[in-house]
């Protein structure tokens, strides 16, 4: 390096690049540092031979060693379902009524069962579990068809008023519009009112209450304290499924009302069912 | 330039430097500070501490695992991670304190790769010889001498460089069951990769990069540079006393020559391969070495020491013309450093306060907004709450759970089998426990939008209570 330019305020030598009289000077790297560039581009070379990385028209390079992300998840997924085989096949056979909450079955139903009930429940029921017009509340202390474990269980299994599981719970209340005049109904709705303690009119409640005896209490019950064995509601509380106010009644009591639930007996395996109840069973209703 | 010269190289090959041993003020100062370091490093993990039965005995300790950290009489959880934070904060502002007032202080006398560097050398001074075998040994050509200095020095550098990423893991695990572990076999892979890895770092920084870390690697220097002005001491050489050097003092002109005898011993002690005369330099970790060397020099010639010395820019003009340096406190004590130990000691009192107010008992309540509220049969309004209480003792405890609020309001915790509304909550754990709140149709609470409460534990044999407050929705 006989002609090196050397740069006359910093002493440095330049690298020869020069852009309108501006030149580059030269601070050479250490060595090591361009012997590890090098390592690098060898390294990326292998690796993208290895690996999945090239992009192709409608894929990428599988790589040499076959590695693939996806297949990894569902090893894993295997590896978790083999961990989880011993406890879950517990739970798929236990009687749920003797089975103790700390038992390790139990903490893993619970913890499932809250998985299963945000993939295949909560698209009606809600996702916390506190439902919508006509999708029960399962948070509150009352139950259509039964609130402890095993009647929480079937209805899970068989589901409700559909036509899938021949064991389906099932009722059906009349469309009482083709069978009362709209004054009775009328009249029968301030009855209602009046067993759920709103304000009514005592007059009509009194013609009601005769239409009631007649009509509804076989199902509803002679005080409207509702038959779980029919699903019929209790119309005596604060909690309604619809609406208690005059106008919903009034609709439910003309139209009639048909909520249907299918059943899970073939879609979910055993345990599955099982962590399900449970969970629904813990939170703040069960019995 | 012609067109047809070669380019030139864009990268360099490493200088070989090979420190020459000094004796002096500094490096005795650097020995004691390497001696403490590499003790506090070494040792630390083996340190017991009785916690009692239910807790680890180490006296620091990190435990991943359980997620928590143990210094001495401190257990640190996560959730009081701001107290890593803020001891982050004061390193910080403790290395721009020492920076400001006395230059790349921290590089030059604290820095791991510093004192392992140092250490490193020493051993290679011991087995190797000094800086003139040294030379020689490097310049020879093979033979089984050299073979053999070379590979005893590497085989003492690789158990250093073992016991170095070795003690790294006995912080994270208990050390004596860790130890035992790591030679029959038994302890987790990742101990021995960490090992494996801090091993090669310490083997290759210290014995082979050296200086090339901190010019290439490190952010420090940079960094640290821009906190430095005209006051700070740093390392520098009295130009003004020492120029024009020269060596041949009895020669004619010799009474025109300044202090410097061009001895070049300062430049021989240097491990980062500098010439210090050259003025303030990126490459200068400010070890002072230069200055040890330069002070043994001006007593064997009869000068006065601090040719080369701790000095300020500030003072460069005065002392040109004479005068004498600013005393070193004008140095250190200036509104920047001040302001620095003013803050650093600020976030120390509030952390040491946070300290000593911190309860045993910590309780978090994270109201159930999925729905806000639940009515039940009878009317009434329910609110969910997830409380989590955290037992930071040893012992277990039990606790009972009360609300407190202007409206009335009925608790009822979800715990089986045990005493309506207490929880036992185990020794250094967390509980979660769900807590239901019931306002009745007739209440206020249950028709008005919100209503404050707050939620309380009590220890139930040491009534030490902590509350969270809350709100209640109802129905309006």
């Keep these: 390096m006989a002609d090196k330019d050397i740069d006359q305020v910093t002493g440095t030598d330049t690298t020869g690049h020069e852009w309108d009289g501006i030149k580059e000077l030269n601070n050479p790297l250490p060595r090591w540092w361009l012997w590890t560039f090098y390592g690098t581009v060898a390294w990326g070379l292998v690796y993208t031979v290895a690996f999945p990385a090239w992009p192709l028209v409608n894929s990428a390079t599988a790589g040499l060693l076959g590695y693939s992300t996806r297949a990894e998840v569902a090893e894993q997924i295997a590896a978790v379902d083999a961990q989880n085989a011993q406890v879950a096949g517990r739970l798929a056979t236990a009687d749920l009524a003797t089975l103790a909450p700390d038992d390790p079955a139990h903490r893993y139903g619970v913890a499932g069962g809250a998985s299963v009930f945000a993939s295949h429940c909560s698209q009606c029921h809600g996702s916390g579990a506190a439902g919508a017009k006509g999708y029960p509340n399962l948070l509150d202390d009352d139950w259509l068809w039964g609130g402890d474990l095993e009647a929480i269980e079937y209805t899970v299994r068989h589901g409700i008023r559909n036509e899938v599981d021949a064991d389906a719970r099932w009722s059906e209340m009349p469309a009482f519009g083709e069978i009362l005049e709209d004054a009775e109904i009328a009249a029968t709705v301030e009855y209602v009112l009046q067993l759920s303690g709103q304000d009514h009119d005592a007059g009509l409640a009194g013609q009601g209450a005769v239409l009631f005896e007649e009509q509804c209490s076989a199902c509803h019950g002679e005080a409207g304290e509702g038959i779980r064995d029919l699903g019929a509601p209790r119309l005596s509380d604060a909690i309604w499924l619809y609406g208690g106010d005059r106008e919903t009644l009034t609709q439910t009591i003309t139209y009639s009302r048909f909520g249907v639930m299918p059943p899970w007996g073939a879609r979910l395996d055993e345990d599955e069912i099982k962590a399900v109840t449970l969970y629904l069973h813990q939170l703040g209703g069960g019995e | ?476």
């Design chain 2, 1 to 476: 330039m012609p067109q047809d010269a070669a380019p030139p190289p864009l990268y360099a090959p490493r200088e070989p430097i090979f420190p020459r041993r000094v004796k002096g003020t500094f490096r005795t100062l650097k020995w004691w500070i390497m001696g403490v370091t590499l003790a506090i490093y070494y040792l630390t993990p083996w340190i017991r501490w009785d916690r009692g039965p239910n807790l680890p005995d180490q006296a620091v300790l990190i435990d991943m695992a359980g997620r928590r950290f143990y210094f001495f009489w401190i257990e640190i959880w996560p959730h009081e991670f701001y107290f890593v934070a803020g001891l982050l904060i004061m390193a910080g502002l403790g290395l721009f304190l020492f920076t400001s007032a006395l230059g790349r202080v921290w590089c030059g006398y604290a820095c791991p790769q510093t004192v392992w560097t140092d250490l490193f050398i020493l051993v290679e001074r011991w087995i190797e010889g000094d800086r003139n075998a040294r030379v020689r040994l490097w310049n020879a050509g093979w033979s089984a001498r050299k073979l053999r200095l070379r590979v005893t020095k590497w085989a003492v550098w690789f158990v250093i460089a073992m016991a170095t990423g070795g003690a790294w893991v006995f912080y994270f695990a208990d050390a004596p069951t860790l130890a035992r572990d790591l030679v029959t076999f038994d302890a987790p892979l990742v101990a021995y990769s960490t090992i494996l890895v801090l091993t090669a770092t310490t083997f290759v920084f210290g014995g082979f990069m050296r200086e090339q870390v901190c010019n290439y690697m490190c952010p420090w220097p940079r960094i640290q540079a821009a906190m430095m002005d005209e006051s700070t001491l740093t390392v520098a050489y009295r130009h003004w006393r020492g120029e024009p050097r020269g060596k041949h003092r009895k020669a004619e002109g010799a009474d025109k020559l300044g202090d410097c005898i061009d001895c070049m011993a300062c430049v021989n002690v240097c491990p980062a391969g500098i010439d210090i005369r050259d003025g303030q330099q990126m490459e200068c970790i400010t070890c002072a070495l230069c200055i040890d060397a330069c002070d043994e020099v001006m007593a064997r010639i009869g000068k006065p020491r601090g040719l080369i010395d701790y000095l300020a820019l500030s003072d460069e003009a005065a002392e040109t013309q004479g005068a004498q340096p600013r005393p070193i406190w004008q140095h250190v004590l200036r509104p920047r450093t001040v302001l620095y130990t003013a803050m650093w000691a600020l976030i120390g009192v509030a952390l040491v306060y946070a300290l000593f107010i911190r309860s045993d008992i910590d309780m978090t309540v994270e109201p159930v907004r999925n729905p806000q509220f639940v009515t039940l049969s009878d009317g009434s309004v329910r609110n969910t709450y997830t409380l989590r209480i955290r037992n930071l003792t040893a012992e277990d405890r039990e606790f009972r759970v009360m609300l407190t609020s202007d409206e009335i309001l009925r608790i009822d915790v979800e715990a089986e089998g045990r005493v309506p509304n207490h929880v036992a909550v185990p020794a250094n754990e967390t509980l979660q426990a769900r807590v239901y709140v019931i306002a009745r149709p007739q209440d206020a609470a249950a028709a008005q939008a919100t209503t404050d409460l707050r939620l309380w534990v009590e220890d139930v044999e040491t009534d030490d209570r902590a509350g969270v407050a809350t709100i209640f929705n109802g129905k309006g």
